[in-house]
């Protein structure tokens, strides 16, 4: 299947691929898909997580392969299914499923986030759920899937420790992240850096409420100097907020990050066309304090 769909960049549309396991549908982001490939049979690795089938070698790169079913609970069958090779986070790893149903282009806009009854913020494995017709597709969270079961792939805090703190509270920054878990790592991290005076919102709707709330009292310049944007986010996602950021001629001047699991080549060719001023993948949260401190010191000096 041809998972290259070519979106225009900054429309707020993502595609999302719909897969089954059991009778259950759920989705993954087309962005993160890098091929689907028929079942292989794996080599088992000694002493893995349980999720993890084992390995195989398509093309001369090891890849894991993780048993879907296995990490959400749902009872595993004999049939062979598909993987899902991905690459988020510079990872590729294959997720074992029964069947590819399709492909549907959606809106941030119609991707209901889910709320706590049904995803705590350390065990839930939803980051939305879409309602086509009379099914409701659940996009599971694949990046906390992987950490769950790998945790030095996550965002890297110990390359914190170098760090050391200045007072950069006259820097104040705004975040753009929808996961609760990785803004509170991002935010103390930040904070460990001397960067305390931040403005934190969910989603690219919510930050950029924010900058036009600050242009209409006229404190832009003074309330914002740095903004920090994930993609994939409901209502409104980063690459739309980097597109309006970067076309405002009050805005356009404020230095934008792009701190994604989903920064590949072909998203940073998007993201560059669109203006940010730089995109780090997640794991790499050392080098966002760097490029805050030289963005900022350059365009403060600019």
Not at 219 to 235: F, G, N, R, Y
Request: charge should be negative; aromatic fraction near 4%; hydrophobic fraction near 40%.
């Amino acid at each position: 299947m041809d998972t290259n769909i070519l979106l225009e960049s900054g429309t707020n549309e993502l595609e999302i691929l719909e897969f089954a396991l059991g009778n259950n549908r759920y989705g993954i982001n087309v962005a993160k898909i890098r091929e689907i490939l028929s079942y292989q049979p794996v080599t088992p690795i000694p002493n893995a997580n349980p999720s993890v089938e084992g390995i195989f070698m398509p093309r001369d790169v090891m890849i894991t392969v993780i048993n879907l079913k296995r990490c959400i609970g749902l009872p595993e069958t004999d049939n062979e299914g598909l993987f899902i090779i991905t690459n988020f986070n510079k990872l590729n790893i294959a997720f074992h499923v029964d069947e590819v149903i399709g492909i549907h282009r959606v809106s941030w806009e119609d991707i209901i986030k889910p709320d706590s009854t049904i995803n705590s913020h350390d065990n839930g494995v939803s980051t939305g759920v879409i309602k086509l017709d009379d099914k409701l597709i659940i996009i599971l969270d694949f990046e906390k899937i992987v950490t769950d079961i790998s945790p030095e792939t996550g965002l890297k805090v110990s390359d914190m420790d170098e760090v050391v703190s200045r007072d950069r509270s006259d820097c104040p920054i705004l975040i753009a992240e929808d996961s609760p878990l990785l803004s509170k790592l991002i935010t103390d991290c930040l904070k460990k850096a001397g960067y305390t005076h931040q403005i934190v919102t969910a989603n690219g709707q919510e930050a950029w409420d924010k900058i036009c709330e600050f242009k209409k009292e006229g404190t832009l310049k003074d309330k914002v100097h740095c903004i920090i944007t994930d993609i994939e986010m409901p209502i409104m996602d980063g690459h739309r907020l980097t597109k309006l950021a970067k076309t405002d001629d009050d805005v356009k001047g404020i230095p934008l990050i792009i701190f994604s699991s989903l920064v590949n080549d072909e998203m940073r060719r998007k993201g560059e066309t669109l203006g940010a001023d730089a995109q780090l993948t997640k794991p790499e949260i050392g080098n966002l304090v760097e490029a805050i401190d030289k963005l900022i010191d350059s365009h403060l000096n600019a």
